[in-house]
């Protein structure tokens, strides 16, 4: 079963006090659920080599990331036949143009975490309905 129910608020109070591990911690699942739903598609990269290759990049690197997990949250959701918004450009404008309004980067983590809540609740109602339970 894929994680249906990730918060942003849980995200941010966390993330403060253990100064940033929990963030790793859920980017990484968060990637590791996604992939799992798009086993013959893309994989996105996993988030500690992006959170390393960020580190060189000072940040840009995540912000590409960023952009293609949005894209494929998006591609996953056209596939199953549901309509995911807003796409990849939109977060990414959230996350650089917003960051001047300083809300801005937490829209964007809004939006990617509520689109994969979504796409993950109709992913595990087509996996149920798919399984058939065997009694003896």
């Not at 960020?54 to 690197?61: A, C, K, N, R």
């Amino acid at each position: 079963m894929i994680q249906e129910d990730r918060k942003l608020w849980k995200l941010i109070l966390l993330t403060i006090p253990t100064f940033g591990i929990y963030n790793i911690y859920f980017w990484f699942q968060f990637t590791r659920d996604l992939n799992d739903m798009n086993r013959e598609d893309r994989r996105i990269k996993n988030y500690i080599l992006v959170w390393c290759l960020s580190i060189l990049t000072l940040g840009i690197y995540r912000w590409v990331w960023l952009f293609y997990l949005a894209d494929r949250i998006q591609v996953t959701g056209e596939r199953m036949g549901i309509r995911i918004r807003p796409g990849g450009g939109t977060v990414l404008a959230w996350k650089l143009f917003g960051s001047f309004l300083f809300i801005g980067p937490f829209v964007a983590d809004y939006y990617v975490i509520r689109n994969m809540n979504y796409l993950a609740k109709e992913y595990n109602l087509t996996i149920k309905k798919k399984t058939k339970v065997i009694k003896n």
